[in-house]
């Protein structure tokens, strides 16, 4: 069961315990055993009310009547509230605004008040049910569609419309399930508020009337003898406080998360900093490898000593590693996909999400140990600037760039303006422009801009290269290389880039290819003299196709033939940005063509028309000769299937809420009408070619490292049996042999007539293609020429 959902069920336990205690009442809640306000006594632990009553028995009844308004309302403004959200996220140009306009207007009327006018001419209990709706649900409404609106930018949803799901299935499958935490939450606060009105129309008269047991028609009885029986009201008004914390702390419990590791940073610390100057022919020493127990830690700035961290299974994620940076250097942490790279960051960091915990190990800065909890967390903002493998998704999605980079730092527009510069990024361009109009390769930027506003003494990087051309890296390069030798900070990179490795660091912690737990004694971070990283042995490459003329997709096809063809393409930016004019090319059956160019100039733009995704101010298009519309909607479903994008950011590729298996499967029964367990086979097959273990297929995404999420977005469009592929940079967050096995893999598809657009900025991955197109000055130019030594004809 999804985790939210579950903490969705308990909340709704103590509701439920409330309408059932009724039954363990010692007396009949309305009968009278004893004098007025009688002591507590045999048979009364909690004495008697102001009639003679036992307020035990109608403690444990008098929620009955309460909690169930409170249901009823809050049930009834979370439903209307979330499809109204839902709706407005969805149409936020046209019905949208007119739906949020209503629902701020009602927001002007306090629901007390709302519920004391209505009081006056219906029962109390129709008026707080009625209060609840008017003041809860545009709160709802509010909550659930900006919520929507920013789910309908993300990787899942893009490739559920790319296979064509129509508005009500995308709403209903995808963006709710995927809001169900938030949902949770909500409907908890629906509830507090509800039983919160019920109780102050109780008090003031409109509730429940006696003989009724209620726990706020006991508070107003009793008020009067609070000296006599001080638990005719206190017990009552315990009650009242438990069921409403309880609800609310369960229910917000809901909402996904966990601690996050992108913490902001805090003002630098008083020192001189030592700059050596960045020139691309400096010549370094080799960079060291980690080996063990080859230097004591004394002296270094962070020390980090058995740490170990498991899932909530108990099984060992990270085993006893230890690791340590000296003053001024740059260490690099190497290793294949889901080795546990990011884990170790964020452990030290303690920042674990949810269902990870460190069960071991000690964490010292600057000599002193750093507790965690609280301690780490004010040590985390005071010291900590961190870049997380997913920039995108950590960027303020409602703040502009200025903004998100400051992160809440007194600086001026000045020092912002130089931040984005030095990364090379054009201030006028992006400034009033917000996280979700900015390309990957923006997006990275920015937020190390951010990380590096403070001048932070611990920096973290966590693939920092992922979506950056050439000149973009120099400018990274540059950036982490004015650090070093700086006497009072450190960095710690994670990286698949080798080239970038050996660039920036002074020393490498491999996590090799075996599980942690397996070999611990490799993790010690201690520098040793001389070497170099040592090379990725081989882990098993991806499965190539079965034999016979047939890939795991199915379809045998011919191989030359021109299956895309476009012309008069003009591409603009969400901002209005003219990114290409009058593009032009042809893809041909087999061929892999590759699409290079700056961060920011249109390749991404590109791929999502080709999906159907953003159609383009002007052009046609063209599959196996015949038109396509540009609007996905408007493919007929059998062409639907023709052209699948793989995005370009593996953070919110896949569905949080569905489990992967169910993710891959997907394409397959809709696209291609396969029974749910010929659906199912064809994931795990899928799964397997890319190089995944089948046991993914029934984890959920958050468990996967950003590796694995890419290989299963790749297997997800793959099960769709496409004639075009559409990729976007589906190697960044890949090791070396994960990588070529994913284009192994395409390699072999391709054998059988896939056509293959790849968007890169690896030259290496550029001259495996056929042919290169250059995005340049609003032009995609020819880069390269055709290569015929590849699989296909023509």
Not at 43 to 62: E, I, Q, S, T, Y
Not at 446 to 451: E, I, N, Q
Not at 529 to 547: E, H, L, M, Q, S
Request: aromatic residues 2%.
């Amino acid at each position: 069961m999804n985790p939210a959902v579950l903490r969705g069920c308990l909340a709704l336990a103590v509701p439920a315990a409330a309408l059932l205690c009724a039954l363990a009442a010692p007396h009949d809640p309305a009968a009278i055993v004893a004098a007025p306000y009688a002591a507590v006594g045999p048979g009364l632990p909690l004495g008697a009310d102001a009639l003679g009553r036992d307020v035990l028995a109608r403690l444990l009844a008098g929620g009955r009547e309460l909690t169930l308004v409170a249901l009823l309302g809050a049930a009834l403004a979370t439903s209307l509230g979330v499809a109204a959200g839902l709706l407005a996220g969805w149409t936020a140009r046209s019905s949208g605004r007119l739906l949020t306009g209503v629902a701020d207007a009602l927001l002007a009327t306090p629901p007390l008040l709302v519920a004391l006018v209505l009081a006056v001419s219906l029962p109390g209990d129709a008026a707080v049910v009625a209060a609840t709706v008017c003041g809860g649900a545009p709160l709802t409404l509010r909550v659930v569609g900006d919520a929507t609106r920013g789910a309908l930018d993300a990787g899942y949803v893009e490739a559920a419309r790319g296979r064509g799901e129509r508005a009500p299935a995308l709403l209903s499958r995808e963006v709710l399930p995927a809001l169900a935490g938030l949902v949770a939450a909500d409907a908890g606060a629906r509830f507090v508020t509800a039983l919160q009105l019920a109780t102050a129309l109780g008090l003031l008269g409109f509730g429940a009337q006696p003989p009724s047991p209620d726990w706020a028609l006991m508070i107003r009885e009793n008020l009067p003898g609070t000296g006599l029986n001080p638990a005719g009201v206190i017990a009552p008004a315990l009650a009242l406080a438990f069921v409403a914390l309880a609800v609310a702390a369960l229910a917000s419990g809901a909402l996904p998360g966990g601690a996050s590791a992108g913490a902001g940073t805090g003002p630098p610390t008083a020192g001189r900093r030592v700059r050596r100057p960045w020139s691309a022919a400096r010549r370094r020493s080799p960079v060291r490898v980690d080996r063990p127990s080859a230097r004591p830690a004394e002296g270094a700035t962070l020390s980090v000593e058995g740490l170990t961290v498991t899932d909530g299974h108990g099984r060992r994620l990270l085993d006893g590693v230890s690791l340590s940076a000296w003053p001024g250097e740059v260490v690099a942490v190497v290793g294949p996909s889901g080795c546990g790279k990011s884990t170790l960051l964020r452990a030290v960091l303690d920042a674990l999400p949810d269902g990870l915990r460190r069960t071991a190990g000690a964490v010292r800065w600057r000599g002193g140990t750093v507790e965690p909890g609280r301690s780490a967390r004010r040590w985390r903002h005071r010291t900590a600037g961190v870049v997380g493998q997913h920039p995108a998704a950590a960027l303020h999605p409602l703040r502009r760039v200025p903004a998100v980079v400051a992160d809440g730092r007194r600086v001026g527009d000045t020092a912002v303006r130089g931040a984005l510069t030095r990364l090379g990024l054009d201030p006028a361009a992006l400034w009033r422009r917000y996280p979700g109009q900015l390309s990957g390769g923006q997006a990275q930027r920015v937020a190390l801009a951010r990380a590096l506003m403070g001048d932070p003494p611990l920096l973290v990087l966590d693939e920092p290269t992922t979506g950056l051309d050439p000149d973009a890296l120099d400018l990274v390069v540059a950036a982490i290389e004015a650090r070093r030798g700086d006497a009072r900070s450190v960095t710690i990179v994670i990286s698949h880039d080798r080239e970038f490795v050996h660039r920036i660091g002074d020393r490498v912690l491999d996590l090799g290819q075996a599980r942690l737990a397996e070999r611990p004694a490799e993790l010690s971070c201690a520098a040793a003299p001389g070497g170099a990283p040592r090379a990725d042995t081989p882990a098993g490459r991806i499965p190539a196709p079965p034999v016979g003329g047939r890939s795991p997709t199915g379809t045998m096809r011919g191989a030359g033939a021109v299956v895309l063809s476009a012309d008069g393409l003009r591409l603009a930016s969400p901002g209005g940005q003219l990114l290409l004019d009058n593009g032009a090319f042809e893809l041909r059956a087999g061929e892999l063509v590759a699409i290079t160019g700056p961060s920011g100039c249109g390749k991404s733009t590109l791929l999502r028309a080709l999906a159907g995704l953003r159609p383009p101010a002007a052009g046609h298009l063209r599959v196996c000769g015949e038109p396509l519309p540009w609007r996905v909607e408007d493919r007929r479903p059998a062409r639907v299937s023709a052209v699948q994008l793989v995005a370009q950011d593996p953070a919110t590729a896949l569905n949080p809420a569905h489990r992967v298996g169910a993710s891959v499967a997907r394409p397959g029964r809709l696209l291609r009408g396969l029974p749910q367990d010929a659906a199912r086979d064809l994931a795990a097959e899928l799964l397997t070619a890319v190089g995944l273990d089948p046991a993914v297929a029934r984890r959920r995404p958050a468990q996967l490292s950003g590796g694995q999420r890419q290989r299963a977005a790749v297997a997800r469009a793959l099960a769709a049996d496409p004639r075009v592929l559409a990729a976007d940079e589906i190697t960044s967050a890949l090791d070396p042999d994960a990588g070529h096995g994913v284009l192994d893999l395409l390699d072999a598809l391709r054998a059988e007539g896939l056509a293959i657009l790849l968007v890169t900025h690896d030259q290496g991955l550029a001259q495996r293609a056929d042919r290169v197109l250059r995005f340049d000055r609003s032009a995609l130019t020819p880069s390269g020429q055709y290569r015929t030594e590849h699989h296909h004809a023509g």
